[in-house]
């Protein structure tokens, strides 16, 4: 038996060495379908090499960033994870990020310089590494048909063409402008049936032209001081992408694309109703899937080099991605090898092979199998002319990277939809968005220099904070006459009973409420130390936040609005509702079924009504009827400039739409206002229709009393929910145009989740707490017109 042992023993060691060392690899992308299939197959081959590495891969398709910073602030952050230039440094500066530089001398084949370097500088920050590049994409693309080039007698481009504000017709094929012009179709009431062109996104063109006239959206893409939105060249670019869709018509405008058509540039282009779109190269497998030889809508396409401005020099919007390194893997010299394997030749390669991405590594970019060549399989060929997408490399401008820029971006950004859907001049807008903009930068810089917070004295007030709310919930009972042994041990097993209940409230309510309290006296982003600020937060709410106050009277604006019109509304449908009639049941079930519709099949709907081209309320007011009853002219001064009311595009008229959409929820208040028609006893009606009194007294004098306390609850929990309204902006109108749907928690969202401001959010959590108990008190005290049946 003694010397079995030794050798089991040896042979256990053996068995458990082998299944316990390998590592184990959590990876994470953003990209899905095909993409994801072949970073897969691509996975499987790092494992085939490094036996000893197993990988998790991940793909999260939808609000992937947001995602990451959660599990980043759990602890339970991936080793490695798919990152951009515009992402990156949100998790570097808070130092969740490993500096890639101190694994370069783990693999001495590596070579950075291959790579682009406005790549690697774009994924740098302070100059060190830390995304390595995958790929690049130059917007910089003019996919075109050839057939509709052909029909219009049009050569196909080469690249040398250029562009200027005015259509120059003298330089034919080599003026964009012309081309556009040339391409595009009309109809006999001057509506375009087929557009000459039309970018992947509006911003894309607009920011191709003012990078090419040399203006930049901030003096430094890395750590911005000042914001540039007040350029008038970018004014005079805005405009001008405006003015080619709505005044010229060349261009689809956004109202025509999501809201007629229900389309993207792409798919327009497959339909061929545009002759070109510019976009990137990641459109290329789609394109070939939906246009594949022997489609019925088939047809010979090929890309072109974006122009460029008659006065100006070569500038492109561009793309990027890469994978970083998280500071909480356990393995991080396992992370590089895999980082370096899918951002390396290998991954690249594999991309490449698919047509899905440009290899940020350059020789790899003009080479086989990016580039097409006698191997490339026929149906990779196309699109042929592929080469120009490494000659737009060299000239490509990456979006700010800062930390700050999507908070402050999107303040300049809300007013762009007003410019581009006609509700008003660049000119006009633009340079009181830049003001806000620069404000809100200003403050947010302000910020870093905050001073750490001290958890002992947190801890302490949060237990003081707890202390004094028991403290006023038992204050009563104390002094009262002493109780006898039987009553404490009731009191005793009371108290055991709701033991769940207490422990359940003091760690998930008041223990919440308590440090959020705390937070919003801090500056906290859920990932680094908080910072004490004091009432730094509710100071910037009510002075230097510009979305605070718009965003509190918007809402206000709703509640005051659409809390009545919703009572009334209930009240009418309850008291049609009240009647003994034959299939009664079904009717209130139909009235109620809106109400519980998941808040996305709602705004698809709404959606549908609201479009200005094809949707249903235009559809009647500018039909027959609606014209012969004059509602077209009525409500021609909230038309835009196609002479159509935009009802979710205008700034004018947004907020009114969502009001008029809270309607649809009727029915549940419909339910409660019922019950209360229910009980209201029929002998009084009896007696007041003795007393002679006809339909509109015994309502104003029966219905009204009798019904007034269900109608007072209804108002209070109206107000309190108005108060929070959220989804309905976020998914029809994303908070614009211009903020004017831009509801409280809106803000509050994108403050928390977005800007990583925890405990500004915290601040704004508590500012509505206390609007809203304000506004309860004030409908307490001016209660006195309910009646309570029995009541003094």
Known sequence: ??????????????????????????????????NAQVLRNEVKRFEAAHPGIKVNFETVTANYQEKLIAQVAAKVAPDVAMMDPGNFQRLARRGALHELNEFFSLTPDFDLSKYYKNLVDAHSLEGRLYVLPRDIA???????????????????????????????????????????????????SDRPTQWGFAPAWRELFRDMVYLQMGARAVDNYESPTRILYDDPRIIKATQFASDLALVNRWIPSDTEITNVLQSN?????????????????????????????????????????????????????????????????????????????????????????????????????????????????????????????????????????????????SIGSQTHELVYRGSAKANEVLPPANRRAQERLDALRKEEQLPLIDWRIGGVLGFVLIGALITWIYAPEIGKKKRTNRQRRDNRAGYFFILPWLIGTLLFTAGPMALSLLMSF????????????????????????????????????????AVPLGVVASLG??????????????????????????????????????????????????????????????????????????????????????????VWGAGAGMVILLAGLQNVPQYLYEAATLDGAGPLKRFRNVTLPMISPTLFFSLITGFIGSFQVFSSALLMTDGGPNMST?????????????????????????VLFFVILGFTIMQLKMSRWVYYEGAK
């Open 1 to 34: 038996m003694n010397q079995i042992r030794p050798w089991c023993i040896a042979l256990l060691a053996a068995l458990c060495g082998t299944t316990f060392a390998q590592v184990k690899l959590r990876f994470v992308v953003w990209d899905g379908d095909v």
């Open 138 to 188: 130059p917007c910089a693309n003019i996919y075109y048909n050839k057939r509709l080039f052909l029909e219009a007698g049009v050569p196909f481009p080469d690249g040398t063409w250029t562009w200027d504000f005015q259509e120059r017709p003298e330089l034919r094929e080599k003026d964009f402008l012309w081309v556009m012009h040339k391409l595009t179709k009309k109809s006999g």
């Open 265 to 409: 540039a792409r798919q327009l282009f497959t339909q061929q109703k545009v002759a070109m779109f510019q976009s990137g190269i990641w459109d290329v497998p789609e394109l070939r899937k939906e246009l594949r030889l022997g489609t019925p809508g088939h047809f010979e396409w090929d890309i072109a080099l974006a122009p460029v401005y008659a006065e100006g020099s070569r500038a492109y919007p561009t793309g990027g991605s890469g994978y970083c390194i998280l500071r909480q893997t356990l393995h991080p010299r396992e992370a590089w090898l895999l980082t370096q394997w899918m951002a390396g030749p290998n991954g690249m390669k594999a991309m490449a092979s698919a047509g899905l991405a440009q290899p940020a590594i350059r020789e790899l970019a003009l080479a086989e199998p990016w580039i097409p060549g006698p191997n490339t399989p026929a149906e990779q060929q196309i699109p042929k002319n592929r080469i120009i997408t490494d000659h737009a490399a060299p000239y490509v401008v990456f979006s700010p990277t800062s930390i700050y820029w999507p908070e402050v971006g």
């Open 522 to 561: 801090a500056d906290w982003d859920i990932i680094r130390p908080a910072k004490w600020r004091g009432l730094g937060n509710y100071v910037e709410a009510a002075t230097f936040d510009p979305t605070f106050w718009k965003s509190l009277s918007v809402t206000l604006i709703y509640t005051v609005t």
């Open 573 to 662: 449908l309850a008291m049609l509702l009240n009647t003994k009639v034959k299939g009664m049941a079904l009717w209130r079930t139909c009235y109620y079924l809106p109400s519980i519709a998941s808040a996305v099949a709602s705004a698809l709907i709404w959606k549908k009504v609201f479009q200005p081209d094809g949707g249903i309320l235009n559809g009647v007011i500018y039909g027959s009827f609606g014209q012969w009853i004059g509602l077209d002219r009525l409500l021609l001064p909230f038309a835009d400039a196609t002479g159509r009311v935009n009802w979710l595009g205008s700034e004018q008229t947004s907020l009114f739409s969502l009001i008029l959409m809270s």
């Open 742 to 766: 831009t509801f409280f928690m809106l803000h509050l969202y994108r403050q928390a989740f977005l800007s990583l401001r925890m405990g500004y959010a915290s601040a704004l959590a508590w």
